[in-house]
């Protein structure tokens, strides 16, 4: 196994500065970042294998980089509601965040409860961590049932007041992810953006209308109907 000086060192030889401003033009942004694209990641990831430990120790370090590598070796199993809890305060950008949400959270037998606990947080990273765990548990791969599924609109609706940028794109995300799963929460959703939209909030109004686009939309329609 790598040592955390030996991934340190093979971090930095990837590096790309060029790459940094275009990640800066995506709002990545908050820390210390070589510029490693997630094509070149990846792949160095699968090398190593999932560690939680080499994992927490990745996440410790101020590198952007570091903290990407520690969610591909994060292991599910072994990803405790505090160790969640902690990554989850730390997030300084959105990519951190819908990274712990879709790939780690959703494998936990604690993330529904965490989803109603941090949507309901005053930080914006915090509470987008709800709506990128509803994307990741929508999944197909995730076998939820439609039922569980369904529970998160009253979220949904909920929360659409957010004006945050994070907050309200990860919203609109989450409710389109779950009309897009299938014929029948396809309709729930367009139902609950019908109400989102009579919302007094400008928020609101651009949640509703951006999802209703693409709910509604005949790619859509089709291969929900297929």
Known sequence: MKSLEEILADLHSMANPEYITQMEYFGIKGGQALGIKNTVLKPYAKKIGRNQELANELWQQTLHECKHL???LAEPKLFTEEIAEKWTRDCYSW????GIGMKIIPQADYAFRKVEDWSTREAEYEKRMAFATMVGLSLKGAKQSDEKISSFFKI????????????????????????????????EAIRVAERIK???TKAAR???ADALRELKSEKVQERLHK
Do not use: H
């Not at 990519?95 to 819908?98: C, G, K, R």
């Open 206 to 208: 651009w949640i509703a």
């Open 95 to 98: 990519d951190l965040v819908d």
């Open 70 to 72: 520690a969610i591909l």
């Open 198 to 200: 009579a919302q007094s």
């Open 156 to 187: 949904i609706e909920r929360e659409a007041w957010d004006e945050r940028n994070f907050v309200k794109k990860a919203v609109n995300w989450a409710l389109r992810q779950i009309g897009k799963r299938n014929s029948s929460l396809n309709k």
